[in-house]
């Protein structure tokens, strides 16, 4: 199979551990074995702070893409290094070289152009490579019908259309930083591309391999 994982910088470079950064990659590692990985990286709270003192300077909200841009950029190579030999030894950045890498082993990316988060260019890339299954490691077990955050009666679904997935994600603000679980562009690539994704909590690395083994995980997204 071909499997596209989107890990949140969240996740990732929570505490700045190493042994945290080398647990994603050893389940990595174990997918690779028998399949095609590609990974996209998120920025986290390193790229927001960044963000934040790139507004306070003035920078406009394209620039500030590029502030969050390179921040996954450098956590995708910081990954790369956890890897070793597994992955591809250079940070991907264009949709047509990740194809390519893909048959030189895991490939890692961040993110590619401005207006673009890293929930988007992993749903692109999944339509791009083919991939048959996408997964989004985030900070979350699961899409909810609104931020459980503030209302803590959110609803959290097991299984949703990729349509309901659309129209929950819809009213989230597309700016720099953003948090949602997934972008509306995100959601609508998902949409159209009819790929098989689910959404799972990343804090705990062996999540992702259970989603890989058919375990029931998160919020899966099924195709309309």
Known sequence: ???????????LISDSDPDRIKAFA???????????????????ETARKYIKLGRGLGANEGICDR????????????LILALGSFAYPEVITTYRDALVAGEH?????????????????????????????????T??????????????????????SA????????????????????????AKVIERSGIRTIVLNGSDPSNILKAVRGEKIGTEILSD
């Open 1 to 11: 199979m071909k499997i596209v994982v989107s890990i949140g910088g969240s996740v």
């Open 26 to 44: 050893s389940v990595l590692r174990e997918i690779a074995t028998s399949n095609h990985v590609f990974v996209v990286t998120g920025g986290g």
């Open 67 to 78: 502030i969050g841009i390179d921040v996954t950029r450098l956590n995708a190579y910081i």
């Open 105 to 137: 082993g895991i490939v890692v990316m961040g993110g590619v152009s401005p207006g673009y988060t890293t929930d988007a260019v992993s749903a692109i890339l999944a339509e791009y490579v083919g991939a048959d299954l996408l997964i989004n490691a």
């Open 139 to 160: 900070s979350v077990d699961g899409v909810y019908s609104s931020d459980p955050k503030i209302n803590p009666d959110s609803k959290r679904y097991e299984q949703m």
């Open 163 to 186: 349509y309901e997935l659309v129209e929950v994600v819809l009213s989230t603000k597309l700016h720099a930083g953003s948090t949602s679980v997934i972008d509306p562009v995100g």
